[in-house]
């Protein structure tokens, strides 16, 4: 029995560590010759704090300490600006954000960006990443627990130019109103395979900086 209990032991401990990653990336597209250590300051524009109805309000904080944290620790410095602050957001109309089906919301994000063009270049932003919920919405068989499910896009350019140098979607899986430690573990699975991508060269310790 022994050669079986000890098979039983490593199925549950890969269906617990498949349980924990929380997050997958997909990179779609990388400028050829691209380096990361060329970015000094980033600006971030983060638009998830329109699906906080989902997400819950400490996600946000959570999400926005966790990638300073990774980006800090590289010597990158940076700025951010949530939707929700733009001139854009605060004229984003309120029929728009109660829409609850997780799809179908026109964000202008092209505006929110031209905007604040003056803040970027007083900034001296070397390079911007736009952070977007593409799709969220409750999974079927979490949906009573109220597990919800995101699509993220990440899309990363030089402040000079438009076209993407680094871009690509993470699929999330979290609950609004997990414990602190829980929250901290999903944020993290979600910052560092983000992070893994930017930095493909770098022996990633683990999930922390």
Known sequence: MRPFKLFCLVLLSLWISACSHRSTFTEESRTTGFDSREITTLYIYSLLDV??????????????????????????????LWFEDSPVGQNF?????????????LIPVSLMLLLNQNKEKSAEATHRLVVFPKTVGLTGIHQAEE???????????????????????????SR???????????????????????????IQPGSNP
């Open 51 to 80: 699906r906080r109805d989902f997400t819950g309000e400490a996600f946000l904080k959570v999400f926005q300490h966790t990638l300073d944290a990774r980006l800090s620790s590289r010597g990158m410095r940076t700025e951010w």
């Open 93 to 105: 109309s309120a029929i728009e954000k109660s829409d609850k089906d997780g799809n179908g919301k």
């Open 147 to 173: 597990e919800y499910y995101a699509s993220l896009t990440w899309t990363l350019s030089r402040a000079a130019e438009t076209q993407p140098v680094l871009k690509g979607t993470s699929q999330f899986y």
């Open 176 to 202: 609004p109103h997990r414990a602190s430690s829980d929250l901290q573990d999903d944020v993290d699975s979600l910052v560092d395979d983000f992070i893994q991508a930017l930095y493909p060269n770098e």
